[in-house]
């Protein structure tokens, strides 16, 4: 039996009434089949947030036989588009998030309707008697009579209810309204803080204090707060806050500025629902720059009030030392700004360095220093004993840091990277774990372990859905954009690949990496026209000697131009920098060339090298044919890939 008070959902002149699969406008009627009706239910009921097209096949279609989904969801949207009366290219109520899904942009009221009053002829047939006063309810009138006390009883209540509305008793209708018209806040980004001083060389503490409020605020077990790394993409737009929210797919942004003066700082932060634009918190802090810590304490605990939320542990204060504490943010700042040959890394590197000379016992900046070190092992650059000497260096920071804090999320991170490099995968997963235990927003553990598991272990669905986390917590990273993409491409998944791919290139089309994932994909699939056409951008984006050479090579070969292939590398490889780089592209090249004993040379030099792609690579679908021969099985065991 459908319940007597609906809730229906209104926006702009329809009235949706779930209940009764009943679509209104200005009281008259708008026909819509039953499964459009269900899709717009969907949306409507959750307005500005992303529904993906994979929500609407569970939803929708899930437990249906469905011959071709997209088809049958691009008619769904026709139809309800048709009974809107709104076009795909300007919309009024429904927004197509191309390659992801839909987002209901409308505002919407959530309505508890009472049912409508009875005709006089039918509350005179269901009335019932009224026995005389004092005297109860006759043995005669038994279950029947007090059933219809109840009913009455309850009708009066509601009558009193609607009254009390519709007249505002005591502000009732206004604070009905807000608990009804107020989405719960599950989400939230911290919005760039703005530098007001104008000085380049004070944006490394304004961006600070940005990663230091996204930390803290991420240590709220029930709310998913976005990376910052996607939250920086958005620096300088000028789009407004509901747009921004739609983007990283949160409920409401925190958003403020900084001005530094010598002594002094002023910090002005701001609390905004999303949907509504409304604030629901603000402050102001002008105090002593040695106060900078505490101010920052102060505003995400002010946050989690204002949000009626337990800040766990609350912030952790990681050094009393201000010059350590700016020294830190120097080098973040620094780190984020990495460049392929490393130079920023070096920079940051220094700066974290100075951060824990000044306060030995600064864990954070000691996860730093693991962090950077791990990355220049990764570029490649100098000589095997300058490599090394970085692992071990990042092995001891990551250890000090666990030393000085076993709850530090982001020394987990780093250990876990460093049992990698030793090829100790069991430990390296029980780091990654333990990161993520620690703080679930640790977008970076998440995609490292996803990584781990997909390709290395071959666990594919666990490291995909691992991967899929890290990009709802960091949805404007390039490289968990790319690296999803990738993920899809040893699994196999050659169409959603290309298309990953070009999504990560619409994040940032100045990284070439996405377009040669896009390049294989198609490569893969047999077209091989598409596959050089992409290649070829890659390669002019990266200029002569870069990796992209290798892939359009590989490319060329698979398109039977293996005369072009020959030349192209020719012409460019040998201009590649870097000894270990130099392998990882021979190795392509005779992979697709199909020689098998000089692409086995190759493998045999990265492994030599300790090159830290060599595990990550073995599962790439180009080296498929190469996996039945003995070498290939020796080499996984030495890398303890066996299971």
């Known amino acids: 039996m459908r319940d007597e008070n609906v809730q229906r959902l209104r926006f702009a002149a329809f009235e949706l009434d779930p209940a009764n699969e009943l679509l209104q406008k200005g009281g008259v009627v708008v026909k819509l089949p039953p499964q459009p009706f269900k899709v717009l239910t969907l949306f409507a009921g959750r307005p500005g947030q992303l529904v993906t097209r994979e929500e609407l096949y569970r939803a929708i279609w899930g437990n249906e036989t469905v011959v071709d989904f997209e088809r049958g969801l691009n008619t769904c949207m026709r139809q309800i588009r048709t009974a809107l009366g709104e076009e795909a290219g300007n919309p009024q109520y429904i927004e197509t998030v191309p390659r992801l899904g839909y987002r209901f942009i409308a505002p919407v009221d959530l309505t508890a309707v009472a049912p409508p009053k009875l ?41 009193l209810l609607v009254t009390s509305v519709a007249m505002n008793v005591s502000g009732l209708r206004d604070r009905l309204r807000g608990w009804i018209g107020a989405p719960r806040i599950q989400s939230l980004a911290v919005l760039p803080i703005e530098n007001l001083s104008r000085d380049p060389e004070q944006e490394y503490f304004a961006d600070g204090i940005t990663e230091a409020l996204t930390t803290d605020l991420g240590k709220i077990g029930t709310l998913r707060v976005i990376s910052r790394t996607s939250a920086m993409a958005l620096k300088g737009t000028h789009k407004t806050v509901p747009q921004i929210a739609r983007e990283l797919n949160a409920d409401a942004v925190v958003e403020g500025a900084v001005l530094l003066s010598g002594n002094r700082v002023r910090i002005t932060v701001q609390l905004v629902q999303a949907a509504t634009d409304r604030h629901l918190w603000a402050e102001t802090y002008e105090r002593d720059l040695r106060d900078v810590l505490a101010i920052q304490d102060e505003v995400a605990g002010s946050i989690a009030n204002a949000l009626r939320l337990e800040l766990g542990a609350g912030p952790r204060r990681y050094t009393d030392d201000l010059e350590a504490y700016q020294l830190y943010l120097r080098g973040r700042y620094a780190l984020e700004r990495r460049t392929p040959l490393g130079g920023s890394m070096v920079n940051a590197l220094q700066y974290f360095e100075k951060a824990t000379a000044k306060d030995s016992k600064y864990a954070l900046a000691y996860a730093g220093a693991a962090d950077t070190l ?69 977008a970076a553990a998440h995609l490292g372990l996803g990584i781990e598991l997909l390709f290395v272990q071959s666990r594919s669905e666990d490291g995909l859905s691992e991967i899929r986390k890290a990009l709802a917590l960091d949805p404007l990273s390039f490289i968990t954009n790319e690296q999803f993409a990738v993920a899809l491409l040893v699994m196999g998944r050659y169409q959603e690949a290309a298309e990953q791919a070009r999504k990560a290139t619409a994040v940032d089309p100045t990284q070439v990496t996405a377009y040669m994932t896009a390049g294989r994909a198609l490569s893969l699939q047999g077209r091989h026209a598409e596959a050089v056409a992409v290649l070829q951008e890659a390669d002019r984006r990266s200029g002569v000697g870069h990796f992209p050479n290798t892939w359009l090579a590989c490319a060329y070969i698979h398109a039977n131009q293996r005369d072009e292939a020959i030349r192209l590398l020719q012409k460019n490889l040998e201009a590649a920098a870097g000894r270990g780089a130099q392998n990882r592209k021979w190795l392509v090249f005779y992979a697709c060339l199909g020689d098998k004993d000089r692409a086995f040379d190759y493998l045999e030099k990265m492994y030599a090298e300790r090159d830290p792609v060599l595990p990550f690579w073995l599962p790439y679908p180009e080296l498929t044919w190469m996996r039945s021969d003995s070498r290939f099985v020796a080499l996984r065991q030495e890398l303890n890939l066996t299971r």
């Open 119 to 159: 005709p006089l002829e039918v509350e005179n047939a269901v009335r019932p008697e009224i026995p005389s006063s004092g005297s109860a309810p006759s043995v005669a009138g038994g279950k029947q009579g007090l059933r219809r006390w109840r009913w009455w009883a309850a009708l009066a209540l509601m009558a």
């Open 374 to 442: 791990l990355a220049i092992d990764f570029q490649m650059n100098g000589t095997i004993t300058s490599r090394l000497q970085a692992y071990q260096r990042a092995k001891a920071a990551a250890e000090k840091a666990l030393e000085l804090d076993a709850t530090l999320s982001e020394a987990h991170t780093a250990l876990a990277g460093v049992r990698e490099r030793e090829y100790a995968w069991q430990e390296a997963e029980r780091s990654f774990r333990r990161a993520i235990e620690l703080d679930r927003n640790n």
